[in-house]
């Protein structure tokens, strides 16, 4: 049963994302926003990490609906400065942007793009749904055998775990 559970993880929350995102209707302005990646994850872009979450013209203004990570997320500044520039630069200002914050962000709602983005770089992407008794598999091997090592790896928000195959010891994106 974990097993099928795993092969067929419950995406509902990414898929929502994106249906909001083409309900929008501005691929022109999304493509510009595709551009912009978080300070602190460089390989990701704001829109695979799911800060950016609607789009839409009200009263002649561009509005921009953004969520933040967890943590705080202490470059939530710098994020609003870019797409404030980017979007001004290419003529769609002044731009105003909103805060959403319920739902609150999950880590359910990164892409797939995202998730193979952290792979990358070494980094077990979030288990999907309320997975949080299962085992990430190392970025490295693939394996599936891996056991915690600390509750905290190299920011709060990852857990540092190792894999009994491989042996690599690996940051793990916490699910929440
Ligand atoms: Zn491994």
Not at 5 to 16: E, K, Q, V
Not at 132 to 142: A, I, M, S
Not at 161 to 169: G, R, V
């Given at each position: 049963?974990?097993?099928?559970?795993?092969?067929?993880?419950?995406?509902?929350?990414?898929?929502?994302?994106?249906a909001r995102?083409e309900a929008s209707g501005?691929?022109?302005?999304?493509?510009?926003?595709?551009?912009?990646?978080?300070?602190?994850?460089?390989?990701?872009?704001?829109?695979?990490?799911?800060?950016?979450?609607?789009?839409?013209?009200?009263?002649?203004?561009?509005?921009?609906?953004?969520?933040?990570?967890?943590?705080?997320?202490?470059?939530?500044?710098?994020?609003?400065?870019?797409?404030?520039?980017?979007?001004?630069?290419?003529?769609?200002?002044?731009?105003?942007?909103?805060?959403?914050?319920?739902?609150?962000?999950?880590?359910?709602?990164?892409?797939?793009?995202?998730?193979?983005?952290?792979?990358?770089?070494?980094?077990?992407?979030?288990?999907?749904?309320?997975?949080?008794?299962?085992?990430?598999?190392?970025?490295?091997?693939?394996?599936?055998?891996?056991?915690?090592?600390?509750?905290?790896?190299?920011?709060?928000?990852?857990?540092?775990?190792?894999?009994?195959?491989?042996?690599?010891?690996?940051?793990?994106?916490?699910?929440?």
């Amino acid at each position: 049963m974990v097993a099928a559970a795993r092969s067929r993880p419950t995406d509902t929350a990414w898929r929502l994302r994106l249906a909001r995102r083409e309900a929008s209707g501005l691929p022109e302005i999304w493509a510009l926003l595709d551009r912009l990646t978080d300070p602190e994850i460089p390989a990701v872009s704001l829109w695979d990490l799911g800060i950016l979450r609607d789009l839409a013209w009200r009263d002649g203004r561009l509005i921009v609906t953004i969520t933040p990570t967890y943590c705080g997320c202490p470059a939530m500044s710098e994020i609003e400065a870019d797409i404030r520039a980017t979007l001004e630069q290419a003529g769609y200002g002044p731009v105003e942007i909103e805060t959403e914050l319920k739902p609150a962000w999950s880590t359910d709602e990164l892409s797939p793009e995202a998730r193979e983005a952290l792979r990358g770089y070494g980094i077990a992407p979030p288990c999907i749904g309320s997975a949080l008794t299962e085992k990430p598999q190392c970025p490295r091997c693939g394996s599936g055998q891996t056991h915690p090592l600390a509750e905290f790896g190299s920011t709060a928000c990852k857990a540092l775990w190792q894999c009994d195959e491989c042996h690599e010891a690996f940051d793990y994106f916490k699910p929440i």
